[in-house]
């Protein structure tokens, strides 16, 4: 008996009446978990292919395959261990139960959400249960990543109605709210090593404080640095936007226009010689390689549900999310990083750009009317 | 009857604070400690019941046109009666509250009920609407600064309740931001059970 059979033979128990109906939610979302749905649109002119949201956030989650892989290679590179193999094992034992505390708390008040509204369980924490492990340092204790994941899936996204309504990035206000609630377990010298004693600033700490860094540019590249698991290595980071931008699950606008924002404005400062930070000595592509702005860039400011909507839009919210990053890390001292900020920052302001974008086309089109007339 | 519902309306099924949304302002910049918190609740509700009681007695000779003026006097004068109140006797927690207990001239609820009601009813009626709705405001900033010293410093009034437990203080709750959040889930609750106040 197939898989097929077996989930067809189960189903009038979940279904609406049976004996276990009133899980038929969870059922479902298993079921398409399975199986491409089958359901056509009964009404009105669609053109549907069989790419619905569960296997869009399978390509994301493809896609920071190659980041996570390395951030755990990373794990046990920074704590000493030499090797491939054993520091790659040594990282995936420590990053396993953060992926594992993410995934089970979000999508347990996920599915209870969705059983007490009835509606289907919404696929978006996918894709967001994986981001927060990766953005979190490896010593943060699980209970904070617990606790930061009810707090977003909560707050941040079922008050407005689940997937698809949120305002802000799930992630990044996980992020946002260990940071703000527990700043000494984020941030500092010894919350980026998986070993005990072991302490030292980030890339991003050391340029600001000291306006170079220990690393050569190649090794911040690939990604030998301290730091949040997942954004490190750039390349890797590039790899996953290569398969983003191939499947066209994310916009090349949105990257584009953040990694341009943040270079203009990292060669401005250069070129206006503000001597609070980095910029000084460091080159200003640096920018782009240390800290999260590379990650932050291609997975989070993407997200196709608080980004701008309009193509215009888009250019303008991802500029602004790249400027507004190297603006709070140059001229606020109190934040070394400030991708997170700025993406949150942006996510709230994208529907006003939308509206404004929408209304100036509709008065370009408005005047075209009057001319021809 | 009249009377007893006129009090416990604008404790829960009319809340000022989470039905009406007034008086918000404060309830962000006072409730990050429990004493602070319950001593505004307790200075807006001598306010709001001895103004509503003056503007009550007052209502047939005011004209129209100078009331707003005559309003002001009065809950101005009451202010100042509270405030000097806290700096002789409660210093310290005067010190804490700063301007925000000056600001209660501004608070809506104040002015509102004033308008609402003390204009168009009886003496007592308008005191106890005038207390009835103090404690209103007063109840919502008590359970929001219940929740923020209990998270945030892990204590109540000052004592050390689940700190000694190994309990990690959550700064976030220290912040204003999570006020609003508290006063959102609070709001979330009580239209949970009120489903008339449910918006279609």
């Known amino acids: 008996m197939g898989l097929r059979q077996i989930v067809d033979k189960i189903k009038p128990t979940f279904s609406e009446g049976g004996k276990l109906g009133f899980l038929h939610s969870t059922f479902e979302g298993f079921e398409t978990f399975l199986f491409v749905p089958n359901t056509t649109t009964q009404r009105g002119a669609h053109i549907r292919d069989c790419n619905d949201i569960k296997r869009v956030m399978i390509v994301v989650v493809l896609a920071l395959v190659p980041a996570l892989l390395f951030g755990m290679y990373n794990i046990g590179y920074q704590s000493g261990i030499e090797e491939i193999l054993p520091a790659f094992w ?237 603006i709070i890390r140059v001229i606020n001292p109190a934040y070394p990083e400030g991708m997170m900020l700025s993406i949150l920052f942006m996510n709230a302001l994208a529907p006003l750009i939308d509206y404004f974008v929408v209304e100036r086309n509709i008065a370009r089109r408005k005047k075209l009317i009057k001319n021809v007339k | 009857m009249k009377l007893s519902k006129n009090f416990t309306n604008p404790l829960a099924a009319n809340n000022p604070v989470i039905v009406q949304i007034l008086g918000i302002c404060s309830a962000l ?65 005067s010190k804490q509250l700063s301007v925000y207990v000056g600001l209660i001239i501004t608070n809506c609820i104040v002015m509102g009920r004033v308008e609402a009601f003390a204009l168009a009813n009886k003496p007592w009626d308008s005191f106890v609407d005038g207390i009835a709705n103090g404690l209103g405001y007063a109840f919502i900033l008590v359970l929001v600064a219940f929740f923020r010293e209990l998270f945030g410093s892990g204590t109540l009034f000052g004592f050390d309740v689940i700190a000694r437990f190994g309990y990690e203080n959550n700064s976030l709750m220290l912040f204003p931001p999570m006020a609003l959040i508290i006063i959102g889930c609070i709001i979330w609750v009580h239209r949970t059970i009120n489903k008339d106040l449910q918006e279609k």
């Open chain 1, 90 to 326: 040594f990282g995936f034992l420590k990053m396993l139960p953060m992926i594992i505390v993410s995934y089970v708390t979000g999508l347990a008040i996920e599915f209870a959400f969705a059983q007490k509204r009835k509606h289907e369980i919404n696929e978006g924490f996918l894709v967001s249960g994986l981001l927060i492990p990766m953005i979190m340092p490896i010593s943060v204790p699980l209970w904070i990543v617990a606790l930061s994941t009810a707090f977003a899936v909560i707050i941040g996204k079922e008050v407005f109605g689940g997937t698809g309504m949120n305002v802000f990035n799930p992630a990044l206000l996980a992020r946002a709210f260990a940071f703000f609630a527990y700043t000494p377990k984020m941030s500092g010298e010894a919350v980026w090593y998986a070993a005990d004693g072991q302490t030292g600033a980030t890339a991003l700490e050391q340029l600001a404080t000291t306006g170079e860094m220990k690393w050569s540019v190649m090794e911040a590249f690939i990604g030998r640095i301290p730091g949040s698991v997942g954004e490190t290595s750039t390349a890797a980071i590039l790899i996953g936007a290569a398969i983003l931008l191939f499947t066209g699950v994310a916009s090349w606008r949105i990257m584009l226009s953040v990694f341009a924002g943040g270079l203009a404005f990292a060669y401005l400062f250069q070129a206006v010689g503000v001597d609070i930070t980095m910029i000084d000595d460091a080159p200003a592509y640096y920018h782009l390689l240390v800290g999260g702005f590379a990650f932050g860039a291609v997975f989070m400011a993407t997200d196709p549900v608080t980004s701008a909507q309009t193509n215009c839009g888009k250019w303008i919210y991802g500029f602004m999310v790249g400027a507004l990053a190297v």
């Open chain 2, 29 to 93: 910049a006072v409730t990050v400690k429990l004493e602070p918190a319950l001593v505004m609740g307790l200075s807006v509700t001598f306010v709001t019941a001895f103004s509503n009681l003056v503007m009550s007695l007052l209502r047939n000779g005011v004209p129209s046109r100078i009331r707003i003026i005559v309003q002001l006097v009065v809950i101005a004068t009451l202010v100042i009666v509270v405030d000097q109140f806290l700096r002789a006797f409660m210093y310290d927690v």
